[in-house]
T-cell receptor, first 114, second 113 residues
Framework: AQSVTQLGSHVSVSEGALVLLRCNYS??????LFWYVQYPNQGLQLLLK??????LVKGINGFEAEFKKSETSFHLTKPSAHMSDAAEYFC????????????FGKGTSLLVTP | DAMVIQNPRYQVTQFGKPVTLSCSQT?????MYWYQQKSSQAPKLLFH???????NEADTPDNFQSRRPNTSFCFLDIRSPGLGDAAMYLC????????????FGSGTRLTVV
């Protein structure tokens, strides 16, 4: 079964600093990988996805992620944090071949300080 | 804009009183999902429909049921809500295969009193 592990339940950065949120996956086959953002009392919004095309994926709001098979990682980055980036971020994995379940990591809460 | 709409946004129900949450979509997606998300936790899949085919997760309690009368609508029924069922309930949709990702609604926050 596919799973993801998000390292760090809370990350704090200064406004303008680099954002790095870590996600490692476990899968017996190359998976589909996703990053979602959730603001308080809201649903989840798709930031970006990897589905076996380009390994460097660009998403909305200036975020990007790189699929590294050798490291089984799919870390999310943004060069310069904005106050509006403060939210909960979830990494998720899905098998491309079977089932429909999207399995989420436990989430990382991003705090952006002035 | 095509979207997933959940009603109501906030629902308060009494302990043991049946409650229904609704979800509609304008995306014409084949698959609809219900997730439960408790405070500070990841969303947990309860079940999904592929068209009219219902797929229950193995650990979803019997207290939770779902109906999908047509492509656009899907309902979550909680037969006898307990205090432990207080959570955010998220509806999502996807096309066949799910490679494009899931589109989520804004959620319904359920409070049990």
């Amino acid at each position: 079964a596919q799973s993801v592990t998000q390292l760090g339940s809370h990350v704090s950065v200064s406004e303008g600093a680099l954002v790095l949120l870590r996600c490692n996956y476990s899968s017996s086959v190359p998976p589909y990988l996703f990053w979602y953002v959730q603001y308080p009392n809201q649903g989840l919004q798709l930031l970006l996805k990897y589905t076996s095309a380009a390994t460097l994926v660009k998403g909305i709001n200036g975020f990007e992620a790189e699929f590294k098979k050798s490291e089984t990682s799919f870390h999310l980055t943004k060069p310069s944090a904005h106050m509006s980036d403060a939210a909960e971020y979830f990494c998720a994995v899905k098998s491309p071949n079977s089932g429909y379940a999207l399995n989420f990591g436990k989430g990382t809460s991003l705090l952006v300080t002035p | 804009d095509a979207m997933v709409i959940q009603n109501p946004r906030y629902q308060v129900t009494q302990f043991g009183k049946p409650v229904t949450l609704s979800c509609s979509q304008t995306l014409n997606h084949n698959v609809m999902y219900w997730y439960q998300q408790k405070s500070s936790q990841a969303p947990k899949l309860l079940f999904h429909y592929y068209d009219k085919d219902f797929n229950n997760e193995a650990d979803t309690p019997d207290n939770f049921q779902s109906r999908r009368p047509n492509t656009s609508f899907c309902f979550l029924d909680i037969r006898s809500p307990g205090l432990g069922d207080a959570a955010m309930y998220l509806c999502a949709t996807s096309g066949r295969g799910g490679s494009a990702g899931y589109t989520f609604g804004s959620g319904t926050r359920l409070t049990v009193v």
